[in-house]
């Protein structure tokens, strides 16, 4: 079975074909950082707009470079939620156009779901049962993963997400845009411990997460040392280094403890905070040290792609499941509430 896969839940365009028998064919994505990079985030309308400009070009570029056509597809999986509602009309209508054109069945997609199940994309992939720590933009969350669609909810993030909390920061700091990134890359020139941010949360037995107090707690130790420091550049590297420092501990301490509630030895990490390379270590040394298996998907498939959208539908797609032609988008959905894949 030969899937189409399209996602648009923000801001990339991302498309694929993935094959059951042969993997990962063909995959593309564009990213609008340069688009939103003057508003210093995402505007939603330009992102939709954009997406529109996108899709057609790269589906037929793809195809193209696969050596097909719209008849050797058999499905079409298009990101349903959650995301931006604007965003996600757009994948939809044209995804589920393309199938009623091509006269496929058409699957929407769960796009936490796709981050979850980026890690099969590898050659080498968990086995169920696993722990998942999603950590993407708008979501931190711990997931007991036993079967496709099979998800209980152990902690979520009651505030701000890791992302948005790593994005909100560089703000402050005035990192620029995209911040995350920046943010991390100048934590790799930082000082570790010349300040120590709180891990909040950790001091209580449930595996929900906080972070929004930390971007105060930088913001006001950046305000008290800025006007007694001789070189702010190193300033904003070292409150960089122990802001990152508190994420990773904290993520850390919440996924040791899921680990020893559910008994589960593998741990998945996926989402585009989890491409990030203290994240990665940490958790690998505490895999080891515990006798577990650490798994991601490679950098590539960490953020928003269409890859990880066309193995969800397939999945669900080779179970049989499909929309009808009334297609729906839900920009907020919970996905405990997806239905099992036998």
Same mark, same amino acid.
Not at 106 to 111: E, K, L, T
């Given at each position: 079975?030969?899937?189409?896969?399209?996602?648009?839940?923000?801001?990339?365009?991302?498309?694929?074909?993935?094959?059951?028998?042969?993997?990962?064919?063909?995959?593309?994505?564009?990213?609008?950082?340069?688009?939103?990079?003057?508003?210093?985030?995402?505007?939603? %309308?330009?992102?939709?707009?954009?997406?529109?400009?996108?899709?057609?070009?790269?589906?037929?570029?793809? &195809?193209?470079?696969?050596?097909?056509?719209?008849?050797?597809?058999?499905?079409?999986?298009?990101?349903?939620?959650?995301?931006?509602?604007?965003?996600?009309?757009?994948?939809?209508?044209?995804?589920?156009?393309?199938?009623?054109?091509?006269?496929?069945?058409?699957?929407?997609?769960?796009?936490?779901?796709?981050?979850?199940?980026?890690?099969?994309?590898?050659?080498?992939?968990?086995?169920?049962?696993?722990? #998942?720590?999603?950590?993407?933009?708008?979501?931190?969350?711990?997931?007991?993963?036993?079967?496709?669609?099979?998800?209980?909810?152990?902690?979520?993030?009651?505030?701000?997400?890791?992302?948005? #909390?790593?994005?909100?920061?560089?703000?402050?700091?005035?990192?620029?845009?995209?911040?995350?990134?920046?943010?991390?890359?100048?934590?790799?020139?930082?000082?570790?411990?010349? *300040?120590? *941010?709180?891990?909040?949360?950790?001091?209580?037995?449930?595996?929900? *997460?906080?972070?929004?107090?930390?971007?105060?707690? #930088?913001?006001?130790?950046?305000?008290?040392?800025?006007? &007694?420091?001789?070189?702010?550049?190193?300033?904003?590297?070292?409150?960089?280094?122990?802001? %990152?420092?508190?994420?990773?501990?904290?993520?850390?301490?919440?996924?040791?403890?899921?680990?020893?509630?559910?008994?589960?030895?593998?741990?998945?990490?996926?989402?585009?905070?989890?491409?990030?390379?203290?994240?990665?270590?940490?958790? %690998?040394?505490?895999?080891?040290?515990?006798?577990?298996?650490?798994?991601?998907?490679?950098?590539?498939?960490?953020?928003?792609?269409?890859?990880?959208?066309?193995?969800?539908?397939?999945?669900?797609?080779?179970?049989?499941?499909?929309?009808?032609?009334?297609?729906?988008?839900?920009?907020?959905?919970?996905?405990?509430?997806?239905?099992?894949?036998?």
């Amino acid at each position: 079975m030969l899937v189409l896969g399209i996602e648009t839940s923000c801001d990339e365009t991302g498309v694929a074909i993935y094959s059951g028998g042969g993997g990962l064919l063909e995959h593309a994505v564009y990213s609008q950082i340069a688009l939103h990079a003057e508003y210093g985030g995402v505007v939603p %309308e330009l992102a939709s707009r954009d997406h529109v400009r996108k899709l057609v070009p790269m589906v037929r570029q793809m &195809l193209a470079d696969a050596g097909l056509n719209g008849e050797r597809i058999d499905g079409v999986a298009y990101t349903a939620g959650p995301g931006l509602a604007g965003a996600l009309l757009v994948g939809a209508a044209f995804g589920r156009s393309l199938a009623w054109g091509w006269g496929v069945p058409a699957v929407g997609v769960h796009h936490m779901e796709g981050h979850l199940l980026a890690p099969m994309l590898e050659s080498e992939r968990p086995v169920f049962p696993f722990v #998942a720590l999603l950590v993407s933009g708008g979501h931190t969350q711990l997931v007991l993963v036993e079967g496709v669609g099979r998800y209980r909810l152990l902690g979520e993030s009651v505030d701000d997400a890791a992302g948005e #909390a790593f994005d909100k920061t560089a703000k402050l700091l005035q990192l620029g845009y995209p911040g995350g990134p920046v943010l991390a890359r100048l934590a790799e020139q930082g000082e570790p411990g010349r *300040f120590r *941010f709180p891990r909040p949360m950790t001091d209580r037995p449930e595996l929900d *997460f906080s972070f929004s107090g930390l971007k105060t707690f #930088a913001l006001t130790t950046w305000q008290r040392e800025a006007a &007694l420091a001789q070189d702010l550049d190193r300033l904003k590297a070292d409150i960089c280094r122990a802001f %990152e420092d508190a994420v990773v501990d904290t993520l850390l301490i919440k996924c040791r403890r899921a680990l020893e509630q559910t008994g589960a030895t593998s741990l998945v990490l996926a989402g585009g905070v989890s491409a990030n390379r203290r994240l990665r270590e940490a958790v %690998e040394l505490m895999m080891d040290r515990q006798g577990g298996r650490a798994f991601y998907p490679r950098p590539e498939f960490c953020t928003d792609n269409g890859a990880m959208i066309a193995y969800a539908g397939w999945q669900r797609l080779k179970a049989g499941q499909h929309e009808a032609l009334a297609f729906d988008i839900r920009p907020r959905w919970d996905m405990t509430t997806l239905e099992p894949v036998a």
